[in-house]
């Protein structure tokens, strides 16, 4: 069923014109790898602030509201153009461990947003400097850190690995 699926994404007209056009799919990937750069960049900013790193004059909740905005619309982006390669190359794609390892990592980084606004950020108004983020929060911030450089690096090992032979 999975293989069927996936065949059916690679042949629809998007996909086949992605794959067979010769400027169209390095295009899409410039595209994504700068809107992946302003995920990352815009959550690390809100990281390091969170491990007390960064922007320690400016309270957490402050950060997250300047930041955010552009984490989600470059998100949004970043999205829409993988899942344009991906279809280009479903079928590949998907057997691919460092796809699969980058998928991962974004869910883990995903849960661990959703941990800090919905457990431990809770009360993140009151954390106006870098001394009243507590702990709790200073180890969410290194670990969407780590799982975000982690996106990055399995992300550029698929572009060595995605033809290589198995």
């Known amino acids: 069923m999975q293989g069927a699926v996936l065949q059916a994404l690679q042949d629809t007209s998007i996909a086949t014109a992605?794959?067979?056009n010769g400027a169209l799919f390095p295009w899409i990937?410039?595209?994504?790898?700068?809107?992946l750069a302003l995920v990352v960049g815009s959550i690390s900013i809100v990281d390091l602030r969170l491990m007390g790193l960064a922007s320690r004059d400016r309270s957490v909740a402050?950060?997250?509201a300047a930041v955010l905005p552009i984490t989600w619309c470059a998100f949004a982006l970043a999205a829409l153009t993988g899942g344009l390669m991906f279809a280009s190359?479903?079928?590949t794609y998907a057997h691919n461990g460092y796809f699969q390892a980058k998928l991962a990592l974004i869910g883990l980084a995903g849960l661990n947003m959703g941990a800090f606004h919905l457990v431990v950020g809770r009360g993140s108004q009151a954390w106006r400097t870098a001394a009243e983020t507590p702990r709790r929060a200073r180890i969410v911030g290194a670990l969407s850190l780590a799982l975000w450089i982690g996106v990055v690096a399995c992300g550029r090992w698929i572009g060595?690995?995605?033809n290589a032979p198995t």
Do not use: M, S
């Not at 990937?29 to 809107?35: G, I, M, R, S, Y």
């Open 29 to 35: 990937e410039c595209v994504h790898v700068l809107a």
């Open 89 to 91: 190359n479903a079928i």
């Open 160 to 162: 060595f690995t995605i």
């Open 18 to 20: 992605v794959r067979e």
């Open 62 to 64: 402050a950060t997250t």
